[in-house]
């Protein structure tokens, strides 16, 4: 009892916030200016920038937009010396900060005691980067900016209730180095979480149970705690941990949350939409959770899809985002947080490609050869929307043969050479979408978009 009194008697802020991650793993890019401006537009004060990427960074001068850089689970260990971590934070932070950008935090790796989704990208030397880089920035004048690592669910064992949680025996002396450096830095501990996957993939509960509109009669019972809906349990699943670590007070800010909207079931617009709905909605009210009361700072994930992300862990990695590829926003969500009943702002200035499209001619008398041009479209394309209960999921074969192709050609920036195979393919501009499935075309990338802009300077 004298745990959870201190849990809630802690003090509280008086104000939430939410921003939203961007990760750039796809062929169709936004022009970063782009990115600004929607962010600008939506009052949206903070963006968890899945890069380090000086160039991308530093479009974000004297916007007052706060920003989150990470250094990748790939680049960790190229900075585990102090000379070499000088560098890095000289070209990645100092002198985007010296040209006005608004850098708070450094995430340093994502989720590198994973044993699930990212277990290939486990990086057990993070804690000791983390000092390296803390005591690098102090010594650079930069004890503003906040350093951290993000962590999903899997940190912590498998329960029936919050209050039965504690970290991963494996991992458990790791997690104690890293909450005893985060309690001493004053950093949060950064929570990724994605509801749709706990609830279907972890415990198997009714979808219900993710939506905080909760309609059906299913509940978690913890002692004297009722919980509707997954999200608080995820978040006091953590605080159980940690409080049992010792750190009873310690923030928890939400890194990650979304909701994807294809390639999973239920993962679609509808749910999204309604899932993001409560969610705002809680984080509004500043309540918290049992164990967490008072204002929760949230990282929506994400502003768009991204059509090269790796799909080893499924192919709704793909489709994350509240905004398509090209801008256009998926559904109605209100991130200023008064819960109104709109659409937020279309990205300005977006270019597409012309509306052509690839398609199969239908000639099957060699299925082999056909077989074989689905697979190579689809190798380097993007199919997920053909998974089976995606928005695709339900087209006919040759349906499905002309969505693969097209995807191809797209890529390909519709170069005709592309849209062959082998005597296959035959180019089209009747738009073949159908109601749930949308064929689509790509937006010019960010290259060509500035290539396009300096031929058109030159011929002035």
Same mark, same amino acid.
């Given at each position: 009892?004298?745990?959870?009194?201190?849990?809630?008697?802690?003090?509280?802020?008086?104000?939430?916030?939410?921003?939203?991650?961007?990760?750039?793993?796809?062929?169709?890019?936004?022009?970063?200016?782009?990115?600004?401006?929607?962010?600008?537009?939506?009052?949206?004060?903070?963006?968890?920038?899945?890069?380090?990427?000086?160039?991308?960074?530093?479009?974000?001068?004297?916007?007052?937009?706060?920003?989150?850089?990470?250094?990748?689970?790939?680049?960790?260990?190229?900075?585990?010396?102090?000379?070499?971590?000088?560098?890095?934070?000289?070209?990645?932070?100092?002198?985007?900060?010296?040209?006005?950008?608004?850098?708070?935090?450094?995430?340093?790796?994502?989720?590198?005691?994973?044993?699930?989704?990212?277990?290939?990208?486990?990086?057990?030397?993070?804690?000791?980067?983390?000092?390296?880089?803390?005591?690098?920035?102090?010594?650079?004048?930069?004890?503003?900016?906040?350093?951290?690592?993000?962590?999903?669910?899997?940190?912590?064992?498998?329960?029936?209730?919050?209050?039965?949680?504690?970290?991963?025996?494996?991992?458990?002396?790791?997690?104690?180095?890293?909450?005893?450096?985060?309690?001493?830095?004053?950093?949060?501990?950064?929570?990724?979480?994605?509801?749709?996957?706990?609830?279907?993939?972890?415990?198997? !509960?009714? /979808?219900? *149970?993710?939506?905080? =509109?909760?309609?059906?009669?299913?509940?978690?019972?913890? @002692?004297? #705690? $009722?919980?509707?809906?997954?999200?608080?349990?995820?978040?006091?699943?953590?605080?159980?941990?940690?409080?049992?670590?010792?750190?009873?007070?310690?923030?928890?800010?939400?890194?990650?949350?979304?909701?994807?909207?294809?390639?999973?079931?239920?993962?679609?617009?509808?749910?999204?939409?309604?899932?993001?709905?409560?969610?705002?909605?809680?984080?509004?009210?500043?309540?918290?959770?049992?164990?967490?009361?008072?204002?929760?700072?949230?990282?929506?994930?994400?502003?768009?899809?991204?059509?090269?992300?790796?799909?080893?862990?499924?192919?709704?990695?793909?489709?994350?985002?509240?905004?398509?590829?090209?801008?256009?926003?998926? !559904?109605? /969500?209100? *991130?200023?947080?008064? =819960?109104?009943?709109?659409?937020?702002?279309?990205?300005? @200035?977006? #270019? $597409?490609?012309?509306?052509?499209?690839?398609?199969?001619?239908?000639?099957?008398?060699?299925?082999?050869?056909?077989?074989?041009?689905?697979?190579?479209?689809?190798?380097?394309?993007?199919?997920?929307?053909?998974?089976?209960?995606?928005?695709?999921?339900?087209?006919?074969?040759?349906?499905?043969?002309?969505?693969?192709?097209?995807?191809?050609?797209?890529?390909?920036?519709?170069?005709?050479?592309?849209?062959?195979?082998?005597?296959?393919?035959?180019?089209?501009?009747?738009?073949?979408?159908?109601?749930?499935?949308?064929?689509?075309?790509?937006?010019?990338?960010?290259?060509?978009?500035?290539?396009?802009?300096?031929?058109?300077?030159?011929?002035?």
């Amino acid at each position: 009892m004298g745990i959870i009194f201190m849990v809630l008697v802690m003090t509280t802020r008086v104000n939430s916030f939410v921003g939203i991650t961007w990760g750039r793993q796809q062929s169709q890019q936004l022009v970063p200016s782009m990115v600004v401006d929607l962010l600008l537009q939506n009052k949206i004060p903070s963006l968890r920038l899945m890069t380090s990427a000086s160039d991308i960074i530093q479009i974000f001068s004297a916007t007052n937009i706060s920003i989150v850089i990470s250094l990748t689970n790939r680049n960790v260990n190229l900075i585990n010396r102090k000379d070499l971590a000088y560098a890095w934070i000289n070209d990645k932070v100092k002198v985007p900060i010296n040209k006005g950008v608004n850098i708070v935090e450094l995430c340093v790796g994502a989720e590198p005691f994973s044993n699930t989704y990212l277990k290939e990208a486990a990086n057990y030397q993070v804690v000791n980067v983390l000092g390296i880089i803390r005591e690098a920035l102090d010594e650079m004048h930069l004890g503003h900016v906040s350093t951290t690592t993000a962590h999903g669910m899997d940190v912590i064992t498998v329960a029936k209730v919050p209050s039965e949680t504690d970290f991963r025996d494996d991992i458990k002396g790791l997690m104690l180095e890293s909450l005893k450096f985060f309690n001493r830095t004053g950093a949060p501990f950064l929570l990724n979480m994605f509801p749709i996957q706990m609830v279907k993939g972890v415990f198997n !509960y009714p /979808i219900e *149970f993710t939506f905080f =509109d909760n309609m059906s009669n299913f509940k978690i019972q913890d @002692g004297n #705690v $009722t919980y509707t809906n997954v999200v608080e349990l995820m978040i006091d699943s953590i605080a159980w941990a940690i409080t049992k670590a010792g750190y009873p007070n310690m923030k928890i800010m939400i890194g990650q949350i979304g909701w994807p909207t294809d390639g999973y079931l239920h993962a679609n617009v509808k749910n999204a939409e309604r899932f993001y709905k409560g969610l705002l909605k809680f984080v509004a009210s500043k309540k918290g959770t049992p164990l967490r009361p008072g204002p929760l700072d949230i990282y929506l994930h994400s502003l768009s899809d991204e059509n090269e992300f790796r799909t080893v862990f499924g192919a709704f990695q793909r489709h994350w985002g509240i905004y398509e590829a090209d801008g256009n926003p998926k !559904y109605k /969500i209100d *991130f200023s947080l008064q =819960d109104r009943d709109e659409y937020p702002t279309q990205a300005k @200035g977006i #270019v $597409t490609m012309p509306n052509r499209w690839c398609m199969f001619d239908g000639n099957k008398s060699n299925m082999d050869l056909v077989k074989k041009n689905y697979n190579i479209a689809c190798e380097e394309a993007d199919c997920t929307r053909l998974e089976e209960g995606a928005s695709c999921g339900e087209l006919s074969d040759e349906s499905k043969i002309s969505y693969a192709f097209n995807a191809y050609f797209q890529k390909k920036k519709q170069n005709e050479e592309y849209c062959d195979f082998d005597g296959l393919g035959k180019l089209t501009t009747i738009n073949p979408s159908v109601e749930k499935c949308e064929f689509p075309i790509e937006i010019l990338s960010f290259q060509d978009q500035v290539a396009a802009n300096a031929m058109v300077s030159l011929k002035i």
